[in-house]
């Protein structure tokens, strides 16, 4: 989604602005431009496209753009198309505004603002946000209050920075629904939409709380609550150093992150593990005895998160025998669901900022539902509003695709099934002990395993890179993994595969394999493997070239009839998912690297997609 940055201090601002742009990249973009506070007034400078042709541009002889204060904006297209004069900053006569959101009144305030004899050179709900805040100003004469009024007015989701004219030096920001960080560093103080763009300047950030205004100094920040008081915001600190948001020696951030799967995990689960090495949240209602009201389970997120979701549901239904139901959040509220008040809802959401995650969140609380989250950003919105949260410690994902973060979601969720069924006198005391410690140090363990098949996985996937159809198969929890693993493949690669329930190919889709149909076979579950060596026969025998990925135990046992088989690291089938995944997901990286792929940002794709 779009990201903001904003710098005020001693030096030139526009180093620290493009620089602050360039850690947000991750983020996905189709156009950048910054705004400067200099001796003329503010100037500002903007192009469709990367980066690189913003910083061409601004160095071009045209351009003089310079100034100790600026915003900086890298726009992810809404409204109106990729395009130099929809790129923000949007200028208004007293001021220059970056925006991320949607702003969902902006015909009413545009037709507000011609009334007024307002003008508009873009088609971007941003740009009649600004000349709104613009009117305001012109009425009050006070930034703060004039923000404050227009934000009164305006409907729809928003993270703001502007600077004003009349106000050199200073940026004000407010947000609502997205996220928002503001930072004093040891060179000026910055505004940023995620923790990456301040790292090489500080570690600690207040996350802006909505219905506040920050006024950014260059030697201090400070907050107004609506009647223009002082407030105070909490003082965060992240253990991101910029090493860690950096590659690591890695060619990509998305195999960094795969590799990072082993230490996320030990952290997310011994965070969550008491010392008598039994499941302890933190959380009142899951750590006493309320966890077993809950006689229904529903999970609602998106793509990898809802992926995670369908793991979920297995290992939950499995160990606790609680009924689970794993819901798409774009499909959430608008199938009216039938939620009881002894249900529970689980939001899972890498960044906690996806809307569509957000929308159900607030649809489950509307209907009293209570709601827990796992996310991975701490103070997210998502994080924010719902009843309780657990927060995975997977780090910075940095590339567009998720993958360590899939695998702590899982353990999680693995951690939250033991603690029920344990609560529900499913499995007992030793057995949930067991399970924890199996959790926190054999399937790191089982990663890393998998993690040092790597030139097996990469020649693997060298066979793959000129097809253009691909199928995943599997039976059981075999199944959910091949959504995550078709998605991941699709996503990086663009090649176009389906994951199917392997029983279910011969009710029509069978007729898709022919010869040198690509299929790979997930199996981890050994009281399954008959059946899915049947159907890997059922595919070969129409020509597929099937590719196996399974465990020692199986294929110790069984004679799988597939052309390749790649054995991964795990002997507990109940934790071989968290193998199988690190597996699927190097062999998606090596097809898209192979391929030449911009395996850390794919077409078309966000890291957090903060509209609906
Ligand atoms: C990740 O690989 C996908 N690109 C995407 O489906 C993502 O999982 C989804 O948008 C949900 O994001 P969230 O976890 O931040 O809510």
Not at 148 to 172: C, N, W
Not at 463 to 484: K, N, P, Q, V, W
């Amino acid at each position: 989604m779009c990201g903001i940055i904003g710098y005020t201090g001693m030096e030139d601002s526009v180093p620290y602005l493009l620089g602050g742009l360039r850690a947000l990249e991750y983020r996905g973009y189709d156009s950048a431009g910054i705004a400067a506070c200099g001796k003329d007034g503010i100037t500002t400078v903007k192009t469709r496209g990367r980066i690189d042709a913003l910083e061409e541009k601004i160095n071009s002889s045209s351009c003089k753009i310079e100034g100790h204060c600026g915003i900086g904006h890298t726009r992810w297209a809404t409204h109106g198309a990729p395009s130099d004069v929809n790129s923000h900053p949007h200028r208004a006569e007293n001021l220059a505004l970056v925006h991320n959101g949607i702003i969902e009144n902006y015909h009413e305030i545009e037709e507000t603002l011609r009334a007024e004899g307002y003008d508009f050179v873009s088609d971007t709900d941003t740009e009649r946000a600004a000349k709104l805040i613009d009117h305001c100003f012109k009425k009050l004469g006070d930034p703060i209050k004039a923000i404050f009024e227009a934000t009164e007015i305006i409907r729809g989701s928003y993270a703001l920075g502007v600077i004003f004219d009349a106000h050199p030096g200073k940026i004000f920001a407010i947000r609502k629904d997205s996220p928002l960080i503001v930072a004093k560093g040891k060179d000026g103080c910055f505004i940023a939409s995620d923790i990456p763009a301040i790292l090489a300047h500080t570690k600690d950030y207040y996350q802006l709380s909505e219905g506040v205004v920050a006024l950014i100094e260059s030697d201090k920040v400070s907050f107004f609550d609506k009647n223009i008081n002082p407030t105070e915001q909490k003082l965060l600190h992240v253990d991101f150093d910029v090493e860690k948001a950096q590659k690591g020696g890695f060619p990509h951030f998305m195999i960094k992150e795969i590799n990072e799967e082993p230490e996320a995990i030990r952290k997310t689960v011994s965070s969550r593990i008491s010392e008598r090495s039994l499941p302890f949240f933190g959380v009142d209602m899951l750590d006493g005895e309320g966890i077993s009201k809950f006689k229904n389970i529903h999970i609602v997120a998106c793509g990898t998160a809802m992926h995670a979701g369908l793991i979920g549901k297995n290992i939950i239904e499995r160990l606790a025998r609680v009924p689970v139901n794993v819901d798409i959040a774009s499909e959430f509220r608008y199938r009216d669901p039938i939620l009881g008040k002894d249900d529970l809802v689980i939001l899972l959401s890498q960044s906690g900022e996806t809307a569509d995650t957000l929308a159900a969140l607030r649809h489950a609380k509307s209907k009293g539902v209570y709601t827990l989250s796992i996310v991975n950003v701490i103070g997210s919105s998502v994080a924010r509003e719902s009843d309780s949260v657990l927060y995975t410690l997977a780090g910075p994902e940095i590339s567009v695709a998720s993958t360590k973060a899939y695998s702590v979601q899982c353990a999680l969720l693995y951690l939250f099934a033991i603690r029920l069924a344990y609560s529900l006198g499913k499995i007992s005391e030793d057995e949930a002990k067991a399970l924890c410690n199996s959790l926190l140090h054999d399937v790191p363990v089982y990663i890393e395993d998998t993690l040092k098949l790597s030139d097996e996985i990469k020649s693997a996937a060298s066979e793959y890179l000129d097809f253009e159809h691909l199928f995943f198969i599997g039976r059981g929890i075999d199944s959910a993994l091949c959504t995550e693993a078709s998605l991941k493949l699709k996503e990086i690669s663009y090649i176009h595969s389906e994951a199917y329930a392997a029983g279910e190919l011969k009710h029509g889709t069978i007729s898709l394999i022919s010869e040198g149909t690509p299929v790979i076979a997930i199996m981890t579950s050994s009281s399954l493997a008959e059946k899915m060596i049947s159907g890997i026969r059922e595919v070969k025998s129409r020509g597929a070239k099937v590719l196996a990925i399974t465990t020692k135990e199986i294929a110790e046992n069984y004679t799988i009839p597939s052309e390749e088989i790649i054995t991964v690291g795990c002997t507990d089938e109940l934790f071989a998912p968290f193998a199988v995944t690190t597996c699927f997901q190097m062999f998606a990286y090596f097809v898209s690297a192979l391929r030449g792929n911009d395996v850390d940002k794919p077409r078309n794709l966000a890291k957090s997609v903060t509209v609906e």
